[in-house]
């Protein structure tokens, strides 16, 4: 087909964007994203947002080869004694070309040059990836600063273990992989990592736009700030408790404010009128030594849904039922989830917590469910979430009453997923403990399986 047909297609029928959802970036794709949008399903929307995504990544990643050709020449120049390289490098003159070319300070230009040098000599899979629109500048920029500094070799092994999903998966939950991945690999690397930045602790001051200013403390050890996090927060909860009328975070940051400026605990609570409160310990969670769930299972039954919905999506763009696909793809996971009922009560009357039986004869689930739960959810279950799970509610996906306290209704949300999931058009089912499958108003899915790769796969 060439450009002009496409062209003439995309302005005469809009409807004909259906279906080219896959279309690879490049000069086409760019023809068919200039139509207009009014004929567009809402699924066709989605689909060219998908899309300009992919594209804006082939566009980024030609500029990254441009920069890094540009380095290239220049590395070269310098190390044939080119005398203009006397007072500045060949990589400094890359970078004041760069800045001024497009108009960013040095440090993005710096920033821009390493990117583009990375990716050209260290990171090639990383790369094309990216060129290919099938990941974003994010997430390349994600994979490169968690690969810079590895000894030779070991880039590419980390790219090739985390190229496949990475599409599926937001940056957070690539960001998590690429760790365990490196801390496998290369555990020293991420050691030394962490003194470097411990040792460039700091407290920082932004200005920002709205005219107030952020104040940072940055590099610190973990366990270290997330005490003072808890400490401050338990106090805060306790006045919030007492009556005090601020919302929770405003107290946190008024009480942090006064502990900085010296005044002790007691006082800093006192500062607000009400009685101080001893902060209550904070139990340690042990991560725990609950047995996960038989993966597999969950991973085949996973795929097994996704390339049932495919088919019920391709049937429905064939005969032209996209605006039943809601109802449609609602229907297949109801029935998906009432086939596995004989074979889910068996599972889990072998495997769960409480031996013998499937649920627990309460509302609230036992420590033991809890752990469990937790333990196969690090986060709350939608995709995109990266709040901590034992942060989060456990939500019964079929509502306690119709639904029971069991490992096969039970997943981790946070408050704002939980209102998600009762927004209208919004369905959540768990056809199997552990795999949770979402369903969008315009009748996409997201299948949430296990934690290890957590992405499942967006439809
Ligand atoms: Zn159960
Ligand atoms: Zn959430």
Redesign the pocket.
Known sequence: MTALTVAEDVHTEIGEWEGRGWFPPGPQLAICLSGGLDGLSDTGLLEVAAAARRQTSWAQARELAAVAELSRRRAADEAEGDPDYRILSGYESVVEEVAAALTVTGDAAATLVHLAGRLADDLPATREALETGRIDLSKTRVISDLTDGLPDGLPERVEAAVLERAPDQTTGQLRRRIRRIVQKLAPEQLEERKREAARRRDLQVWDTPDGTTDLTLTGLETTEAHAIFNKISAVARALKTDGDLRPLHAIRADLAKELLQGTSYPEAAHASGVQPVEPPRVPAVTPSTVALPDTTIVETLAKMADQRLSKVLAHARATGRTNALPFLINRAVRDMHDQLRGL??TW?QAT?PTPGR??HNAYRPPAAMRRLIEARHETCVFPTCNRRSNRCDLDHTVPWGQG?T????LAPLCRRHHRTKQSPGWTLIQPW?GLLIWITPSGLWHITAREEDRTGFWR
């Open positions: 889910r009560e889990c769960g499937h649920g029971i069991c490992q096969c209704n403990p």
